[in-house]
């Protein structure tokens, strides 16, 4: 995490513990919301979102209910209206510790903003309940200019926020899309996530690159603008860091030899421009097929490969390890060790040995006498190698 990332989550902890309601604001697709959830899984608090621009004023306030609020001096019923509590203000008043997410903030309009006064100013629901302390109320917007349908906000809200500008460093958004934002994700989707970030360190004004930041005419994107779908998708697709992620969960369901399919869902997703940039980069910096290593494990330039290829090449090589090509995943190893790239394994070096010997039980004796004494002496190389401190494996 860089300074300016570092101060903005220091200032939203700030106010968390002021009990102020904080605002972040930052351009479409910059991360804000998964950000913001990850931070309340990290505070193991429970995350209650509302977005604003699918909200009318009793979605705050809840429901009117006609009810007996009191007796006259003749003891009659004197009946009034009271509000049945909405879902999540129910959902807060049972867990407390929540943060409460106000998201699109820009884009909700100013009968719901106005029905928020008291949420936002006093932590009272607009049924006169007093928030738990332990609640948090944090909010993203982008600029009003940028959002779909955005709205000014007016004086008697803004003066009862804390705002912060939003900063989501590359490096930062870089990490969080090559370990999927700590979701659990398929191998085929881990690839395209690391495929997509190299492009993209490599080609970084892709990674935020609206519609009217495109160069070139419609026709030399192969375009054709008298097709109006064709021109809707051109106009519409642009490239961000919400719209990579997503790239990388779709092409994570797409055959990876069906490179067709996958131009045509890049295109519908980060834009043309960015999609033929990527095909182009994919071309020419093709990632290693395991097999393919495993037939020939010294057609691969081992002090070059990426760590974040070397990562997909083992998890794959794990699963590969057999009776037939145990000797050449030891091969491997002992190339890696001759370039002194040792930490590109040093998370699956425990794994592959178990394999390797595991694989060699199947075959003669003497082939699983072999399997150990080579395990053993890769073992011993990875121990002593400064680079690379993996733990013991039971060989």
Do not use: C
Not at 31 to 54: E, F, H, P, V
Not at 206 to 234: C, F, I
Request: hydrophobic fraction near 40%; avoid cysteine.
């Amino acid at each position: 995490m860089d300074n300016s990332s570092a101060i903005t989550m220091q200032a939203i902890a700030a106010t968390a513990k002021a009990r102020i309601p904080v605002m972040v604001v930052g351009e479409p697709g910059v991360g804000k919301t998964a950000k913001i959830r990850g931070l309340a899984k990290s505070m193991d608090y429970d995350l209650i979102t509302l977005l604003g621009s699918q909200m009318d004023p009793t979605d705050i306030t809840g429901l009117p209910k006609g009810e007996v609020i009191a007796k006259d001096d003749d003891g009659n019923d004197i009946w009034g209206t009271v509000y049945l509590s909405p879902w999540w203000q129910v959902q807060i008043m049972r867990k407390k510790r929540v943060m409460l997410f106000l998201d699109e903030f820009s884009n909700t309009s100013s009968s719901v903003r106005a029905s928020m006064l008291t949420l936002l100013q006093n932590r009272e629901f607009p049924n006169g309940q007093k928030m738990p302390d332990e609640t948090i109320v944090i909010g993203a917007m982008n600029p009003t200019e940028q959002a779909a349908d955005g709205w000014e906000l007016d004086r008697p809200t803004t003066n009862r926020i804390t705002f912060l500008v939003w900063k989501s460093p590359r490096a930062e958004w870089y990490e969080g899309m090559l370990e999927a934002w700590g979701e659990t994700v398929s191998e085929e989707e881990m690839y395209w996530r690391a495929r997509i970030v190299k492009f993209l360190q490599d080609n970084p004004s892709y990674l935020q690159k609206m519609n009217n930041d495109e160069t070139g005419t419609p026709e030399a994107h192969g375009v054709n603008m008298n097709d109006a779908s064709e021109a809707e998708v051109l106009r519409y697709a642009w490239a961000s860091r919400r719209s990579w992620d997503n790239l990388s969960r779709i092409l994570g369901h797409v055959d990876r030899k069906n490179t067709a399919l996958q131009d045509e869902l890049s295109s519908g997703t980060v834009g043309r421009s960015s999609a033929l940039q990527f095909r182009s980069w994919m071309l020419e910096n093709d990632v290693v097929d395991p097999a393919a290593v495993l037939r020939n494990p010294a057609s691969v330039k081992w002090e070059d490969i990426e760590v974040s290829e070397a990562n997909i090449l083992f998890r794959a090589i794990v699963d590969m390890v057999d009776a037939k090509n145990w000797r050449q995943v030891l091969k491997v190893l002992e190339l890696i060790t001759e370039a002194d790239r040792q930490a590109l394994v040093g998370a699956y070096i425990n794994d592959l040995l178990k394999a390797i010997v595991g694989s060699a039980k199947s075959v003669s004796n003497k082939e699983l006498d072999e399997a150990r004494a080579k395990t053993k002496e890769v073992l011993l190389k990875y121990r002593n190698a400064s680079s690379a401190a993996a733990p013991a494996a039971t060989v």
